[in-house]
């Protein structure tokens, strides 16, 4: 089954929304077009989190987030977390990595932490 099939959408023009119409043709991966759709998508699904840069970082499919505590960084975590699969995406835990630095002293490691997502 492909991630289209059946796939809807409608066009906006100035205030008016057309009617929906069945989309047949999608991006390919390789399209010129896929770097700007995108861009597109991610700044729509991210723009009720975003805080700005140095706490959130994006490049690509990347993301990374920073805190002077963990419990600012877990907090984060699960803002982004619910952004995302709100809209069909998925954190995906298996590749999230996380870099602790500061002044000496004990540090609690988490084992989650968001640095990739992908389609469900």
Not at 6 to 30: D, I
Not at 39 to 48: G, N, Q, R
Not at 75 to 84: I, L, T, V
Not at 91 to 115: F, Q, R, Y
């Amino acid at each position: 089954m492909s991630l289209y099939e059946g796939a809807k959408t409608r066009v906006r023009v100035g205030l008016e929304l057309s009617e929906e119409f069945e989309v047949k043709v999608s991006v390919h991966q390789r399209s010129v077009l896929s770097p700007l759709v995108f861009a597109i998508l991610f700044d729509v699904v991210t723009e009720s989190v975003r805080s700005g840069l140095i706490s959130e970082m994006l490049y690509a499919d990347e993301l990374v987030l920073t805190s002077e505590t963990m419990e600012g960084l877990r907090e984060k975590f699960w803002k982004w977390k619910e952004a995302f699969e709100s809209k069909g995406l998925k954190v995906n835990l298996g590749k999230t990595k996380m870099v602790v630095s500061g002044a000496e002293g004990e540090v609690a490691i988490s084992k989650v932490d968001p640095s990739d997502i992908c389609w469900k």
